[in-house]
Structures are given as C-alpha cells and as structure tokens.
Antibody
C-alpha cells in the first residue's frame, strides 16, 4: 500500500528557500493517472493548496504563491519535491504532500496524504 | 481565484444528522471533495465526485450538490466523527485548487 512521507529542515531563516521532499513507499509514483501535490496548514488555520505536478511533468500552482513555488518530481527516486523561495514568518506551517487525482475533469481530489511536517520560519 | 465558504462550526447530538455546507462559484462547474481532519492528524478524504466514498469510509457520510453549494451529511453522527471538515474543488481558473475555510463539528 502506497505511503507518503515528507522530509526536510524544520527551521528555515527568513528570505531563504524552503525545500521539502516527499518519498513514496509501497508503490510507484509513475502511474500516469495521478498528479502529486503539496498543501500547507498554518498553526490553528485551514488548508491551503500550494501546487501539483502531473505524470508528464506539467505543473500547476496556487496563483497567490506561483512566483515563489517550484514543484518537481524524480521518478527514479520515487520522490517529488517542493521549493518555496523568499520565505517569511507567514510561511510557517505544517506542509503535507499528497497524491492528487486529476484524472476526472469535474472532480480533482487528494486521496492519500503524508503525515505532514512542521516548518518554522525564524531567524 | 474563487473562494469556498464554510460555516466555522456546527454541533450535533450523538446519533443525529448534521449537514455541512460549502458555497462558491466554482461549485457550479466542478464537484467538491470533502476531507476529515482530526486533531493533530493529516486530513483524510471522505467524499469525492458526485457522492463517492473511498474504501473504509462509513456509509453514514454522504455528499450532494445544488447550484453553487455542496453539502456533506453525516447521518447518525458518532463520537469519532468529531473533527474539522474541509471542502475543496477545482477553481474556476481551471488548473487550480481552492479549499474552504473548514467547519469544526462537535458531537454532543
């Protein structure tokens, strides 16, 4: 059964780049019908979609974050990654990776989530 | 980009029925999905598409939609259903996703 696990620094300095990796185990991320996405949740607040990447490497991002976000995939390592540049305290959040089913035109959904990792932006 | 609006909180007596709503322009074109998030845990998908439940989700969870509003209904709420519930959908700008602000469900 496929599982996802986020990894990366738990503390990032303001103005630097946040980098996280999501590693899949128990299955391959190469299956063509799925995209792979990142969602974050500031402490005590709601969920915010960051961006996703599909099987062909096409990316789609939250317009409010697009200028700072890069999502990439490395199928050879069964991983996908998030980079968020020029971070501020407002980027402090739990970051989740998730499998993103974008195969249906009328409905996209995140059907498998990692446990999440807390990233704090502070000097 | 569009927004999805949810009531911040709702309560339900044990064994009774509760409906959680999600309103937004994108729901006129796309289905909502619903996620349950218990305290300190990652979200879990409970409803997707017209009214589909992933494997392992109890059939007391159901979804519906009308116009710009999607609903998640819990019929016969159990103590373990106490959680935050979020909706999401494709955004009207097509290749984007928007989440609702979440509804905290308390089971009395």
């Amino acid at each position: 059964q496929l599982q996802l696990q986020e990894s990366g620094p738990g503390l990032v300095k303001p103005s630097e780049t946040l980098s996280l990796t999501c590693t899949a185990s128990g299955g391959s991320i190469s299956r063509s019908s799925y995209s792979w996405g990142w969602i974050r949740q500031p402490p005590g607040k709601g969920l915010e979609w960051i961006g996703s990447i599909n099987y062909s490497g096409s990316t789609f991002y939250n317009p409010s974050l697009k200028s700072r976000v890069t999502v990439s995939v490395d199928t050879s390592k069964n991983q996908f990654s998030l980079k968020l540049s020029s971070v501020t305290a407002a980027d402090t959040a739990v970051y989740y990776c998730a499998r993103h089913d974008t195969s249906g035109y009328l409905n996209w959904y995140f059907d498998l989530w990692g446990r999440g990792t807390l990233v704090t932006v502070s000097s | 980009s569009s927004e999805l609006t949810q009531d911040p909180a709702v309560s339900v007596a044990l064994g009774q029925t509760v409906r959680i709503t999600c309103q937004g322009d994108s729901l006129r074109n796309y289905y909502a999905s619903w996620y349950q998030q218990k305290s300190g845990q990652a979200p879990v998908l409970v409803i997707y598409g017209k009214d589909n439940r992933p494997s392992g989700i109890p059939d007391r969870f159901s979804g519906s939609s009308s116009g710009d509003t999607a609903s998640l209904t819990i019929t016969g709420a159990q103590a373990e259903d106490e959680a935050d519930y979020y909706c999401d959908s494709r955004d009207t700008s097509a290749n984007s996703v928007v989440f609702g602000g979440g509804t905290k469900v308390t089971v009395l």
